[in-house]
């Protein structure tokens, strides 16, 4: 039997950090993963999605080249030279966290972990002792029920990642975040683009005005969408045909199924440790400990946004709490990243949840449009809104335009550590960037708006 201070069972964002944490932290470290190293967010998400929407850039970027003065004629796509590019990326990756498990000495076990005592974990049949586990086993697409994913034409949002040629036309089934990046990314690259979504409207995680704007945008560039719309059947002819509710029919040469995910707690021992789930997540408390105390659980198979860096925060608060060092955890300083073109970024509170929840908010709005560095970049669609109370507390911060997802931490900062709004419009920004559209909409809001009426 080896022995540990900590044992965790996974190694995406949430258990490969947490893993690398606290060996800084002088403690003694085993990572057990069934699958590949650095988990669903470099193997199956974030790392491989944003590299193929990176080529989608430069493409879009090759074709708007004349706008710019530059004249690029000749080129072509070369799709599977786009995803070797992609299991390259994610290659180099996942050695690099092989390389930090070796330099931290930590012992990375591969098979299926089973919690079997509150300081016991079963792998591969051997035992291994721990003075504590963090649970960190992530999520896995979720299915519709009487459709069958084959990985092939009917793909989830891991499958998808395997396709070696491009698809005439993709139906995307799901208009969420996974569904919008996937649809901005082949329509980028001449796929003919179809999204179905139960709900009444796209990205219902963000603003309405965010979710209409982003549809507009969409419908612009060509992509179908089909909203207040259930998908009834998939069947397979010469092309799928998707039946959606109302008599459409789409036809398209691949489906994609993307109506979120579910936690990966089944057949990890937590039932013979009376540990508690609901609706498949573990439940823990403040100090993401579970109702034993000795184990904790992170990331996707809590409570919180399914979002990796969301994960990476909860495992090293995990192990801060591990250590005496008691953090309670705190998701209001979590942003949200949409990888689409334009990117979607936000903190806090969407203008709708502010308004339901504070009576003196006020928004403010700044155009991308009025910003000199959007403009010459060629990219004025967007804007930025803050939402604030009477005292110039920062509520909520939602960009839709160029560059959001970088922008967006700007945001994080000075809602988490309390900045004022009205500091806030005082703040030099280098010019022209733009990072600008923070300090312009920080005086639209105090009532002294610069480049803008």
Same mark, same amino acid.
């Given at each position: ?8 069972? =996974? ?36 790392? #491989? ?96 029920? %009487? ?98 509710? %109302? ?57 919180? #946004? ?52 504070? #009576? ?17 970049? =060629?990219? #004025? ?6 939402? %604030? ?65």
């Amino acid at each position: 039997m080896k022995s540990y201070d900590l044992v965790i069972i =996974g190694s995406g964002p949430g258990g490969y950090v947490a893993a690398l944490y606290a060996s800084r932290h002088k403690l003694s470290v085993c990572v057990v993963e069934k699958d590949l190293l650095g988990g669903t967010c470099l193997n199956r998400g974030c790392i #491989p999605t944003k590299a193929l929407l990176y080529s989608a850039s430069i493409l879009s970027k090759i074709k708007e080249s004349k706008e710019y003065g530059i004249e690029a004629g000749g080129f072509k796509i070369n799709f599977p030279a786009i995803a070797a590019r992609k299991d390259a990326v994610v290659n180099r990756l996942r050695a690099g966290i092989e390389t930090l498990f070796r330099g931290s000495r930590i012992e990375l076990l591969k098979g299926a972990a089973k919690v079997v005592g509150a300081d016991t974990v079963s792998v591969n049949g051997d035992i291994l002792n721990a003075k504590s586990i963090i649970i960190a086993t992530g999520s896995r697409p979720m299915s519709i029920p %009487g459709i069958e994913s084959d990985e092939v034409d009917i793909c989830s949002s891991d499958g998808i990642l395997k396709i070696k040629e491009l698809p005439k036309s993709i139906g995307i089934v799901g208009g969420g975040v996974i569904g919008c990046e996937f649809a901005s990314l082949f329509n980028a690259l001449g796929s003919k683009v179809f999204i179905v979504e139960l709900l009444d409207r796209i990205l219902t995680t963000q603003s309405k005005e965010v979710s209409r704007k982003m549809e507009a945008i969409f419908k612009k560039r060509g992509v179908s969408i089909h909203t207040a719309a259930k998908l009834e059947s998939i069947t397979k002819e010469n092309s799928l045909k998707l039946k959606i509710s %109302g008599g459409n029919v789409i036809e398209a040469e691949k489906a994609l199924i993307s109506v979120g995910r579910i936690s990966n707690t089944e057949g990890i021992g937590l039932e013979g440790l009376g540990i508690q789930t609901e609706k498949g997540r573990i439940l823990v408390d403040e100090n993401l400990r579970t109702s034993v105390k000795s184990i904790y659980a992170i990331g996707d198979c809590v409570r919180g #946004p399914l979002l990796a860096h969301k994960a990476s925060y909860d495992g090293m608060a995990a192990v801060d709490n591990i250590l005496g060092k008691t953090r309670t955890i705190d998701y209001a300083g979590v942003p949200n990243c949409v990888w689409t073109d334009p990117e979607v970024a936000s903190v806090g509170l969407t203008e709708e949840e502010a308004f339901l929840k504070y #009576p003196d908010i006020k928004i403010a709005k700044f155009p991308y449009l009025a910003s000199g560095k959007a403009y010459l970049m =060629g990219r #004025p669609e967007g804007f930025i809104k803050i939402a %604030g109370d009477s005292k110039g507390n920062i509520i909520g911060v939602e960009i839709l335009g160029e560059e959001a997802c970088d922008l967006i931490g700007e945001a994080v900062l000075a809602k988490s550590i309390g900045i004022n709004i009205k500091d806030w419009a005082n703040i030099v920004h280098g010019h022209p960037t733009l990072s600008e559209i923070f300090q312009e909409a920080a005086h639209v809001f105090c009532g002294t708006p610069i480049h803008s009426i």
